[in-house]
C-alpha cells in the first residue's frame, strides 16, 4: 500500500484484515510475527481503538480515502483510548 506523507509516497507492506481479523487487531500476538495491518472503513468513520492484550508499541496511522496521512501516534501496550479528531476511512497498525 502506498500512503501520501507531506508530498511524498511511501510504500507499507501490509496485511488486509477479514471481519474477524478487525476485532483483533494486533491483539494477542508476538511482535516477531506482527505484520503491519489494514483497517478499512466504508464510510468516514471517528471510531476509537484501543491497544489491551497489545504486549508491545506499535504506530497507528489514520488515512482519508485518498491514503492522505491525517494523523499518527505511537500507542504503548495496554491504553484503553486511542483515538484522532479527524473522520477517517483507514487505519494501519505497525509493530514497533
Request: charged share 25%; aromatic share 14%; with cysteine.
Given at each position: ?36 495491518l ?27 480515502k ?31
Amino acid at each position: 500500500m502506498i500512503i501520501k506523507l507531506k508530498n511524498k509516497d511511501i510504500e507499507i507492506p501490509v496485511k488486509k484484515l477479514s471481519i474477524f481479523g478487525k476485532f483483533n487487531g494486533l491483539m494477542f500476538s508476538r511482535r516477531e510475527k506482527a505484520a503491519p495491518l489494514i483497517f478499512e472503513f466504508k464510510k468516514p468513520t471517528k471510531t476509537i481503538f484501543h491497544s489491551l492484550f497489545c504486549f508491545f508499541p506499535f504506530l497507528i496511522i489514520w488515512l482519508d480515502k485518498e491514503n492522505n496521512v491525517l494523523d499518527s501516534r505511537i500507542c504503548k501496550p495496554f491504553m484503553l483510548k486511542i483515538t484522532t479528531t479527524k473522520p477517517f476511512t483507514k487505519v494501519i497498525e505497525i509493530p514497533v
